[in-house]
């Protein structure tokens, strides 16, 4: 198991990053939010988890050691694999899926996308006894940076359509939040926004 990687950030993408540990170039796979809060050549740590299948070795990466927790812990759940795992932490933040989860808010889990009226029952049902809220120390997620210009614009489209939903989906979402977004927009305060609106 693969706890953690610290290295130069190489690569940064819509929901990966590149980290050199040791002269090797790690591929994490991440949230939308984690790859925005990192840098370009400055030295990262990231919280990690190892996906071992038949024909494939995938890597995690999380901003803070409770983000991997609940990675790992929402997929102890039957029809709940990595990629929708990892799509429910780019919709809801740790605490947010925690309290939905415990206060049996099926509305809030089913604003991810793969996650139907059945599928948040079982969530429910399976993590209620099992799940409950960390006591993170403060500051233990990085914030992710302001984006300026409309380049958020772009990122939010392609996390939108990364997590299932249509173009014009996204799209449409994108255009309705820009409306009233602040001059220096934030990504995954965007993002955020944008999934709000196509939760309504």
Same mark, same amino acid.
């Given at each position: 198991?693969?706890?953690?990687?610290?290295?130069?950030?190489?690569?940064?993408?819509?929901?990966?990053?590149?980290?050199?540990?040791?002269?090797?170039?790690?591929?994490?796979?991440?949230?939308?939010?984690?790859?925005?809060?990192?840098?370009?050549?400055?030295?990262?740590?990231?919280?990690?988890?190892?996906?071992?299948?038949?024909?494939?070795?995938?890597?995690?990466?999380?901003?803070?050691?409770?983000?991997?927790?609940?990675?790992?812990?929402?997929? *102890?759940?039957?029809?709940?694999?990595?990629?929708?795992?990892?799509?429910?932490?780019?919709?809801?933040?740790?605490?947010?899926?925690?309290?939905?989860?415990?206060?049996?808010?099926?509305?809030?889990?089913?604003?991810?996308?793969?996650?139907?009226?059945? #599928?948040?029952?079982?969530?429910?049902?399976?993590?209620?006894?099992?799940?409950?809220?960390?006591?993170?120390?403060?500051?233990? *997620? =990085?914030?992710? =940076?302001?984006?300026?210009? =409309?380049?958020?614009?772009?990122?939010?489209?392609?996390?939108? *359509?990364?997590?299932?939903?249509?173009?014009?989906?996204?799209?449409?979402?994108?255009?309705?939040?820009?409306?009233?977004? =602040?001059?220096?927009?934030?990504?995954?305060?965007?993002?955020?926004?944008?999934?709000?609106?196509? #939760?309504?």
């Amino acid at each position: 198991m693969i706890a953690s990687v610290r290295g130069t950030v190489q690569h940064i993408g819509l929901d990966r990053v590149v980290v050199e540990v040791g002269g090797v170039g790690m591929l994490l796979h991440t949230t939308p939010a984690t790859a925005s809060a990192q840098h370009l050549g400055h030295e990262a740590t990231l919280a990690t988890t190892l996906v071992v299948r038949e024909d494939s070795l995938t890597l995690y990466g999380f901003g803070s050691d409770d983000e991997r927790d609940i990675f790992e812990q929402v997929q *102890t759940v039957s029809g709940v694999g990595p990629r929708l795992a990892l799509a429910m932490l780019s919709v809801l933040a740790p605490d947010r899926l925690r309290a939905a989860v415990t206060g049996s808010d099926l509305a809030t889990l089913t604003k991810v996308p793969g996650i139907g009226k059945k #599928g948040a029952e079982r969530i429910v049902l399976e993590l209620r006894d099992k799940i409950g809220m960390a006591s993170a120390p403060a500051g233990a *997620t =990085p914030a992710a =940076p302001a984006a300026s210009g =409309p380049s958020w614009r772009d990122q939010v489209t392609e996390a939108l *359509t990364g997590l299932g939903y249509s173009a014009k989906q996204a799209e449409d979402a994108v255009s309705s939040v820009a409306a009233s977004a =602040p001059v220096e927009a934030d990504v995954s305060e965007m993002l955020r926004a944008a999934l709000r609106e196509l #939760g309504r």
